[in-house]
């Protein structure tokens, strides 16, 4: 054989002799966790230190009382003119958006019109903003029905007013 492919016998010996030191570095390591493994024990045992959490709240809640004090107004309910009104019942407004934008209104009033859906726009001053609000009606009960079903079936958010 040639001198580059033969192997050196130091090559060998170096090899081993680091495995071994590997082997004993790990075996060292292992008996000291195993010690102080069981000095940690013994300390446990010997001290009767109870690991386990404690819940004490079932006795403690019980003795915690929240006094509440009595704020009710003494005053008469004033009566609300809006619900005095008794509404007629079968008319309705229904309200299918409040948009800032003439042009989200339109967007709604148009797909509001591929569904068959008459709609009509209307503006309305609010603090001093203006809101153009998509309405349709008033309608009867049937016609609010159908209209109702068919803004559900098609993810719309809308409300409807009773109107005298």
Do not use: C, H
């Not at 967007?107 to 309305?124: N, P, Q, V, W, Y």
């Amino acid at each position: 054989m040639t001198e580059a492919k033969k192997s050196s016998p130091w090559v060998w010996i170096s090899l081993a002799l680091i495995i071994g030191l590997f082997v004993s570095f790990i075996l060292f390591l292992d008996q000291n966790i195993v010690k102080s493994g069981r000095q940690e024990s013994s300390a446990t045992q010997s001290t009767g230190i109870n690991t386990k959490p404690v819940f004490d709240f079932y006795t403690v809640l019980p003795q915690r009382k929240v006094e509440i004090q009595d704020t009710a107004d003494k005053q008469a309910d004033i009566p609300n003119a809006s619900n005095s009104k008794k509404p007629v019942a079968g008319r309705y407004i229904i309200q299918a958006g409040s948009f800032q934008r003439m042009q989200d209104a339109d967007r709604r009033k148009a797909e509001l019109a591929l569904l068959g859906l008459e709609a009509s726009i209307k503006s309305a001053e609010v603090k001093g903003e203006t809101y153009y609000r998509v309405e349709m009606g008033p309608v009867s009960d049937s016609e609010y029905s159908k209209i109702q079903r068919n803004l559900i079936s098609n993810d719309l958010d809308f409300f409807a007013k009773s109107i005298p």
